[in-house]
């Protein structure tokens, strides 16, 4: 984060930077394919065979869960041709990976195992390999890194500096998802990470979540006599929500009305709220296109009971959600001005610049 020539403030990214097809490039080169990077849950891997598609930099990687119970992922492409060997995104089931052009199926070991029209003796199939990519999983969330050498998940989660290893209280892993939302945001990923990391736009773009989460109309994300970096409730309220009489179960460790944020860099944010986690990934497509996937995660007795009324928490959190993507999209029509050169960051804004750093260092841009 350098200083600009400004007094007060620091820079932050320039027009290019936010609309360049090159510098996204090398944004998915450097950051999400030698990074770990969220691609779903351990629930939708939970049987031998079971198998998720996820979107990771440019490659498409298929995760499953292999004979022993172990986690596997692979590049999902085919060693014959190169065909895709899997659906571009979602879950499914198998007891091996066949490439649906010319049927060369794999073990969940990632072993060719067979090719039709071909007895074994035809060629030597020993070698021929799926290329693995490390996978892992933190509190029932599952992540990959593309880059084999990578450290271990566990010393990255614990290196950020939005300490997402704080959460390990809430027991996210034992929570269920109970419904998805994605949507098409037609803004760079950083500018939503800009705005997810700072509170400056709560009071002028979220006038309801203000009005639940009193901090935030100063435009702080956390208060400061906390040392847990949470946000209280208003008094009477007991959820993010449109109902604060839905007598939902408060999660572990949420002993007072309190809401938690932490953005997981590079695609990943994790808020927790006293009876619900929201879980969002944003996967880039390009320079000025960004898919958000947003999982809502209950308590067990909650998403199998279906006369709760889920609906209120769901609805609030979409509506606060929408009010992020349209302020983000408007600035992404607006750093594509000739007018615009620079975006710059107050003391205020203090996540944003953390976010800044790590990508200069990552990119190895300054
Ligand atoms: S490309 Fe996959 S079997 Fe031929
Ligand atoms: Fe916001």
Not at 274 to 299: E, G, K, W
Not at 305 to 320: G, H, I, S
């Amino acid at each position: 984060m350098a200083k600009s020539n400004i007094e007060g403030l620091r820079t932050s990214f320039t027009r290019d930077e936010y609309t360049s097809p090159e510098i996204f490039a090398l944004e998915m080169s450097h950051i999400y394919e030698q990074r770990w990077c969220y691609v779903g849950r351990s629930d939708q891997l939970v049987h031998i065979g079971d198998r998720l598609v996820a979107d990771v930099g440019t490659e498409s990687i298929v995760a499953v869960r292999n004979r022993d119970g172990e986690l596997r992922a692979y590049f999902n492409v085919c060693q014959h041709r190169g065909s895709q060997l899997c659906d571009s995104s979602g879950s499914g089931h198998g007891a091996a990976i066949t490439c649906p052009y010319h049927s060369w199926s794999y073990s969940l070991d990632g072993k060719l195992v067979g090719a039709i029209h071909h007895d074994k003796e035809s060629f030597n199939r020993d070698g021929i390999a799926l290329s693995p990519v490390s996978i892992d999983e933190w509190q029932g969330l599952l992540f990959v890194n593309l880059d084999t050498k990578a450290e271990p998940l566990i010393d990255w989660l614990g290196s950020l500096y939005s300490k997402p290893r704080d959460f390990e209280k809430f027991e996210i892993g034992s929570l269920k998802s109970v419904h998805t939302s994605v949507d098409e945001v037609r803004a760079n990923w950083k500018v939503l990470v800009e705005n997810y990391s700072e509170c400056l736009h709560c009071s002028v773009v979220h006038p309801e979540l203000c009005e639940t989460v009193p901090v935030y109309k100063t435009g702080k994300t956390t208060q400061d006599e906390r040392s847990d970096w949470g946000a209280s409730l208003a008094k009477g309220k007991t959820a993010i929500s449109f109902a604060q009489d839905e007598n939902l179960p408060l999660l572990a460790s949420m002993d007072d009305y309190s809401v938690f944020g932490a953005y997981v860099y590079p695609n990943m944010l994790i808020d927790v709220m006293p009876t619900c986690v929201a879980v969002s990934t944003y996967i880039p497509r390009s320079a000025t296109h960004t898919t958000v996937v947003t999982d809502y995660l209950f308590p067990a007795e909650v998403a199998t009971n279906p006369p709760v009324d889920l609906k209120p928490t769901l609805d609030f959190n979409e509506m606060v959600n929408q009010q992020d993507f349209a302020v983000s999209e408007r600035v992404q029509r607006g750093v594509a001005s000739k007018a615009f050169g620079q975006a710059y960051h107050t003391e205020m804004e203090k996540y944003a610049q953390r976010f800044v750093k790590q990508y200069r260092q990552d990119t190895k841009t300054n």
